[in-house]
């Protein structure tokens, strides 16, 4: 069997090559792998990675990152919007820009999906009747904006069940105010019917 030696870590492939030696040459604060042959003239680089060995993250487009993933366990600056995927069974949802869903103006009439987010802003352009739709059971929020006119009312439905409101047997109250801010917290029981638990808290109001 053929003996092979190691080279220390150096800053480029020296321009005569020892037979069977393996060069560490240094790459940022890394290092590239080479290994010559049994002649000294030709040395060989370590294959890369491949998306198979990394999994599914490899083959998704990570922008300038290229096909290096990048570390988790330090800070990172996305270029756009990341989704998490997994199986429907698994109800996952993402968040959308800025940390939360942005679902839009009102109008009289509005579906809220919370597959599409489980935090959304939805802007009262008249008063409106929101029908409430989630993927499964879980804690969803909702921030009602009221426009520049203010004053806009909200009724409450939930697709093909029912709500219930905490604390009271009626709708809570909503901040009126122009461009005034209500939280609405709710939690969907994830039963056929999907009934949802609602609580709202006016803000600075």
């Avoid at 096909?67 to 949802?93: E, G, M």
């Avoid at 802003?121 to 029908?131: G, W, Y």
């Avoid at 739709?133 to 009221?146: D, F, K, V």
């Avoid at 901040?175 to 600075?204: E, H, I, P, Q, R």
Wanted: glycine share 12%.
């Amino acid at each position: 069997m053929a003996q092979f030696r190691a080279a220390k870590v150096v800053s480029a492939l020296p321009g005569t090559l020892a037979p069977n030696t393996i060069y560490l040459v240094r790459t940022g604060t890394g290092f590239d792998l080479y290994c010559s042959d049994s002649t000294g003239a030709i040395a060989h680089k370590h294959n890369a990675v491949t998306a198979a060995e990394l999994g599914m993250a490899a083959s998704r487009n990570i922008g300038t990152s290229g096909a290096t993933v990048p570390l988790l366990d330090a800070a990172n600056t996305w270029a756009a919007t990341q989704r998490l995927s997994a199986p429907a069974s698994a109800k996952v949802v993402h968040f959308g820009e800025g940390g939360y869903f942005n679902a839009g103006n009102s109008g009289s009439a509005k579906t809220i999906n919370f597959a599409n987010g489980q935090k959304q802003v939805l802007t009262l352009t008249a008063n409106c009747t929101v029908t409430l739709t989630a993927p499964g059971p879980g804690n969803y929020q909702i921030i009602l904006a009221q426009d520049a006119t203010g004053g806009r009312t909200v009724t409450w439905a939930a697709q093909g069940g029912i709500v219930a409101f905490v604390g009271s047997a009626a709708a809570p109250a909503i901040n009126a105010s122009v461009n005034g801010y209500t939280m609405v917290s709710l939690f969907f029981d994830g039963v056929t019917n999907g009934n949802a638990w609602l609580a709202a808290a006016k803000v600075n109001a």
